[in-house]
């Protein structure tokens, strides 16, 4: 994974994989120079992401930097409140923000999101169950919800 903070927070954390990376992180070299280094959120986020792949952790406490509209920040606050183990359809989703027209715009909010598993956009699917885009892979998306089901969910129920 890619990692990106300044002093204070973390900014950018994607898969190698991610479409867009490359165009992700240009488009933060315009408002201030990224260099190679370590840095406190950096430090933080990688023991949280070392405890999430040990199933240790579900949920993340290093400080994030969102960027984004307002109803972006509404969407990724969302997000962050889906239990891990769990799943929310893009509908479910918009319902919870108040409005179910608003699926599209849910999804493109999700999609524009540029801190993986720490704000969980892989934890939204389809309205019928399946696995939708991401932009990481739907595959490596498989993979996380099967992680979380299987260290922090209800192995009972249906997870997608």
Known sequence: MLAVS???ALVMLEFWERRGLVEAVEG????????P???????SVER????????????????LALAGSAFQLRVWDELRRIAPGRTLS????AQRLGDPRAVRAVAQANGANRLAVVVPCHRVIAADGGLTGYAAGVERKRWLLE??????????????
């Open 6 to 8: 300044d002093e204070r």
């Open 28 to 35: 933060l070299t315009r408002t201030a120079p990224v260099v």
């Open 37 to 43: 280094g370590r840095s406190a959120p950096i430090d």
């Open 48 to 63: 949280e992401l070392s405890d999430y792949f040990a199933g240790r952790r579900g949920e993340f406490a290093t400080p």
């Open 90 to 93: 893009y509908l479910g989703l």
């Open 147 to 160: 992680h979380e089901r299987a260290r922090f969910g209800d192995s009972a129920g249906r997870l997608f």
